[in-house]
């Protein structure tokens, strides 16, 4: 059976996923395409850079953009070898991607202890009533930036 295009790159992005475990790296890949070309991969660099934000999804956006010189990757899809987790949804969201394939899900990454839906279920709820504390402290030039930020004649809107 011949496999899609979409299974291609899915598988792509697992093979990206298994090299990450074997370079003792986390094990998620992610493949970011435009018009069926590869435009960036990224593997889980959590680690290895220090960084709690280098998911493999992440790592690819970041090359996506900084290779297309855009903070938009509207006509791009990303393939990832699981579920995105919250944090990278929302990177998904802002940079605007087309579509997203994914492989193993948010419930075969918590089987072996990556457990986002604490995350998942902390979102939802109102800052105070959360795990972590969040604490609003209104200060008289809080709005400042967002005034600012309103009047500015040439901003990029994003």
């Known amino acids: 059976m011949e496999k899609t295009i979409h299974e291609f790159f899915l598988h792509r ?3 990206l996923a298994i090299q990450n475990v074997i370079e003792n790296g986390g094990p998620f890949g992610a493949v970011i ?3 069926n070309q590869i435009i960036a991969e990224g593997g889980n660099k959590v680690t290895a850079n220090m960084d709690p ?3 493999a999804e992440v ?3 970041r090359l996506a953009c900084q290779k297309l010189n855009s903070f938009e990757l509207k006509d791009c899809i990303l393939y990832s070898s699981c579920e995105p987790c919250p944090m990278c949804l929302g990177a998904i969201y802002w940079a605007r991607i087309q579509t997203v394939y994914f492989a193993a899900d948010r419930k075969d990454a918590a089987s072996i202890q990556f457990d986002d839906d604490f995350i998942y279920r902390e979102v939802q709820l109102a800052p105070a009533n959360r795990t ?3 604490i609003q402290l209104s200060l008289i030039n809080s709005l400042q930036p967002f005034m600012n ?3 500015k004649n040439d901003k990029t809107h994003y």
Do not use: E, G, Q, V
């Open 132 to 134: 972590l504390p969040f």
């Open 53 to 55: 934000t280098a998911h």
């Open 13 to 15: 992005a697992i093979d």
């Open 59 to 61: 790592m690819a956006i």
């Open 33 to 35: 395409t435009r018009n």
């Open 149 to 151: 930020w309103n009047t």
